[in-house]
């Protein structure tokens, strides 16, 4: 099967399971903007972006093209900075994120993973940065009443991180049949 990746990366994460995703189907990565291109003759388009504010960046794009390709399969990875699923972080929250980008009465049946990313502030424009720094305070005040939840996330970002890991591409593998 004929397959394309296409992404949408800032810091670097999403680029790097993007390379992952596309050995994984035998093809070149492409971004975004790209897509009609790279997609054009493929069965499957795998699409990888970052969740930015809840909301994961150039999903419009792509469902533009979904509209316009509905005979071809398409599958999501989801990058985002925050922990696999955990006691902390369960995954009902990825859920109802990739949900606001890609709502269930829409796409129902839309294969889709989580992968956490990494975090790299020097690496943000300057408008996310001065965002970002906003979060940190608003953080800081949740620490503050004792929030433990915020105090991980706020130590991770201010050290920066990269926890890019081919494995939490495994579930989407299998949801393809490309993993038996």
Same mark, same amino acid.
């Given at each position: 099967? %004929? +397959? !394309?990746?296409?992404?949408?990366?800032?810091? #670097?994460?999403? %680029?790097?399971? !993007?390379?992952?995703?596309?050995?994984?189907?035998?093809?070149?990565?492409?971004?975004?903007?790209? =897509?009609? +291109?790279?997609?054009?003759?493929?069965?499957?388009?795998?699409?990888? $972006?970052?969740?930015?504010?809840? $909301?994961?960046?150039?999903?419009k794009r792509f469902q533009a093209f979904m509209a316009e390709h509905?005979?071809?399969?398409?599958?999501?990875? !989801?990058?985002? !900075?925050?922990?696999?699923?955990?006691?902390?972080?369960?995954?009902?929250?990825?859920?109802?994120?990739? @949900?606001?980008?890609? &709502?269930?009465? $829409?796409? &129902?049946?839309?294969?889709?993973?989580?992968? @956490?990313?990494?975090?790299?502030?020097? @690496?943000?424009?300057?408008?996310?940065?001065?965002? /970002?720094?906003?979060?940190? %305070? /608003?953080?800081?005040?949740?620490?503050?009443?004792?929030? %433990?939840?915020?105090? =991980?996330?706020?130590? #991770? /970002?201010?050290?920066?991180?990269?926890?890019?890991?081919?494995?939490?591409?495994?579930?989407?593998?299998?949801?393809? #049949?490309?993993? @038996?």
């Open positions: 099967m %004929k +397959s !394309a990746v296409v992404f949408r990366s800032q810091t #670097g994460s999403a %680029k790097t399971y !993007a390379n992952w995703m596309a050995e994984e189907v035998g093809c070149i990565p492409e971004p975004l903007e790209n =897509i009609e +291109s790279a997609a054009a003759d493929a069965e499957l388009v795998v699409f990888v $972006s970052w969740f930015h504010a809840a $909301s994961i960046k150039g999903s509905p005979e071809k399969r398409y599958a999501v990875v !989801a990058v985002g !900075a925050t922990p696999m699923p955990c006691d902390l972080w369960p995954a009902s929250e990825h859920e109802e994120a990739f @949900r606001r980008s890609f &709502p269930a009465e $829409s796409y &129902p049946d839309l294969p889709w993973v989580y992968c @956490r990313g990494g975090f790299h502030f020097e @690496r943000l424009g300057a408008l996310d940065k001065i965002a /970002m720094r906003i979060y940190f %305070k /608003m953080l800081e005040g949740e620490i503050a009443r004792g929030n %433990k939840r915020e105090q =991980i996330a706020l130590d #991770g /970002m201010r050290e920066g991180f990269d926890d890019c890991n081919r494995s939490y591409l495994e579930p989407l593998l299998e949801q393809l #049949g490309l993993r @038996r």
